[in-house]
């Protein structure tokens, strides 16, 4: 996602704007923003000898609206945020940079064909076109790739080294990717239930903003590691019942 930046060598804009000088700062169309005004978007200008004036605040929340589209929400979803946050430019800046905040993302790697083929061997299609789908890879041209995550490339490299075969690899990749989406989803569901909603109830009272908006960051270590402490459990019991059987099967073979 794009992340908001401030452009410290960017022209301060003129205290008072018209709608075609406002589009020229803003970098689009006088009749995107007449449908942010229709949209309920952007506040009415102040009018003088019927001229509407635009002042740095709509020109901040114009920008506002290309990041959060650059992030990939719609006009409406961007309707709601500016509704959920009372129309503060601040506010949802503050919400969406918490939704928005990476969620201890790696540095991608960039490799080429010739070093996949060299770690992985041939590859079959229908497991291209799975790793095409898990995004484990993204094509950039000039037959080189980005690899988002390094740390789940290395796995694979290590999982097949055992003489594990990338086919089997790669289903269990996208069963746990399911599990997983589904567990997020949960978690989402969690803090939307049990803090935004009563939040929003209670008429999302100024003071508790700050503290609203800093929970959807301080959930994601503690998802993080409530998923990983439940997964060591579960997977030393699945261990020690596998090998119980294990061993029974084996002292039962002749001899």
């Given amino acids: 996602m794009a992340s908001v ?62 990041e959060l589209q650059a992030d990939g929400f719609n006009l409406t979803a961007i309707e709601r945020l500016l509704s959920a946050s009372g129309g503060s430019n601040m506010r949802l800046l503050g919400l969406r940079n918490a939704l928005a905040a990476p969620f201890e993302s790696e540095t991608p790697e960039v490799v080429t064909a010739q070093e996949l083929q060299e770690r ?36 694979a490299e290590e999982v097949t080294a055992l003489g594990i075969s990338l086919h089997a690899a790669l289903a269990l990749v996208e069963r746990v990717s399911r599990d997983c989406e589904s567990i997020a989803r949960a978690f989402v569901r969690l803090y939307l239930k049990e803090l935004w909603e009563p939040f929003a109830a209670a008429g999302q009272p100024e003071s508790r903003w700050d ?22 459990q579960r997977m030393s ?15 039962k073979r002749p001899r």
């Avoid at 079959?124 to 080189?144: M, N, S, T, Y």
């Avoid at 019991?237 to 002292?251: D, G, H, N, P």
């Fill in 5 to 66: 930046s401030v452009d410290t060598e960017r022209e301060a804009p003129p205290a008072e704007m018209t709608i075609e000088q406002l589009a020229a700062q803003a970098g689009m169309s006088v009749r995107n923003i007449r449908n942010h005004h229709s949209r309920g978007l952007l506040p009415p200008p102040q009018v003088r000898a019927r001229v509407g004036y635009y002042d740095a605040e709509h020109l901040a929340r114009l920008r506002l609206i290309l």
């Fill in 120 to 155: 992985f061997g041939e590859v079959d299609a229908k497991d291209v076109e799975r790793i095409r789908k898990l995004r484990l890879l993204v094509p950039i041209g000039d037959g080189r790739f980005e690899v988002p995550s390094p740390a789940l490339m290395k796995a």
């Fill in 211 to 232: 503290e609203v908006i800093d929970a959807i960051g301080a959930l994601r270590p503690i998802a993080s590691e409530a998923l990983l402490a439940v997964f060591k």
């Fill in 237 to 251: 019991a699945e261990v020690e019942t596998a090998s119980e059987k294990l061993i029974a099967r084996q002292v």
